[in-house]
């Protein structure tokens, strides 16, 4: 153990969590706070507050990506930066995304309280619209920061209400003057829930992500014919929801098969029109995932995919055009910010398991401009994206404690 390792105010960062959880308040114990939306425009200006109490200077890209920054001694070199989000999904949970910002913002926190100054600075990020609830797709702001995205095509997108990016971000206040991109950063260490049960179910409360699921999205636009529900013969029918519906069971199906070797696939989003009653559906909309660890299984499951749409398209006399959506690939990380989250665990005694990463986050795309890391803390049941979303504090300390020593002993190189 180190002598001189810092610790966090464990009380003041729930605190910080339980403020959090008023802005947004869902179902009594979740949140629905999307992106852009009154509930986030009052989330972003509580933590631009709380940072601007902390002696941080606060810079707001036109995404709307906020930098908080902590100044270092040698204000030349780049930061090391700490991030993740305040958005939430439909029905989602208090500590998603949001325990990595408020994690970041106790480490400048922590360091105020101690007096210390670190050589390089330390930049706490809210990215702008991880979750892609309101508007795809996920990770927006991050994804443009790091060029995967172009910034106009992204202030053009709209969500289901036909607004687009740049109207929220005006209609809240938050399209700021800075530009995206452009900002060198030392490296980006982001602390998120595991989002799986692992880390629970094996009563280990840190995981340091050494890379992730190669995921991909598909969108399928399944055309037909609309006509009426009782008079056309059932021959005559090219209803698209029953090609959507063909997918739907075949896509599960293929998960289920490849389960066993940690394989994930779903529909995640449909569209139907007309969407009526009395009437079958001339065009639907379909959103597939899939996702694995292995590269040459991730290949077959894709294959198998393939094969399930050109089957589903034949045996409900429909066309089904496939367009591929958001992708990321399994090494992510560079093994120099991963080795510091290994070498401050030990020298603090922390235990912690190698783990790889099944969903998607921020980190993905900062990690592609910058080197990046990230630490996983336990959620109860691996439950996230869901109203009973929960956390135990004193589970989540030891990862706060490693993210903020880890921060310290970077930034001062």
Sequence with gaps: ???????????????????????????GTGLRRLALSAEDKEMRALFVDWARQAGCSVEIDRLGNIFARRAGSDPALPPVAIGSHLDTQICGGRYDGILGVLCGLEVVRTLNDRGLTTKRGIEVICWTNEEGARFSPPMMGSMAFAGVLPIESVLATTDDAGVSVERALDDIG??????????????????????????????CDIGIVIGGYRTQALRLTIKGDTGHAGGTPMAMRRNALVGAGYVIAAVNDIGLAYAGDEGRTTTTRIESFPNLPGTYAEEVKLTVDFRHIDAGRFAAMRADIDRAIAQSAQKANVEIEVAEGWSWGTELFAPECIELLKTTAGELGLPYREMRS???????????????????TPCADGISHNVNEAIELARSVPGANLLLNAAVARANR
């Design 1 to 27: 153990m180190v002598a001189n390792a810092l610790e966090i105010n464990p009380q003041r960062l729930w605190d910080s969590l339980e403020r959090s959880a008023e802005i947004g308040r869902f179902r």
């Design 358 to 376: 099944q969903a998607g986050h921020d980190a993905y795309a900062v990690a592609t401009v910058a080197p990046t890391a990230m630490i996983f």
């Design 174 to 203: 938050y399209r700021g003057p800075s530009p995206v991109g452009r900002r060198p950063f030392d490296c980006y260490l982001e602390l998120h829930i595991e989002q799986a049960p692992s880390l629970d179910r094996e009563g």
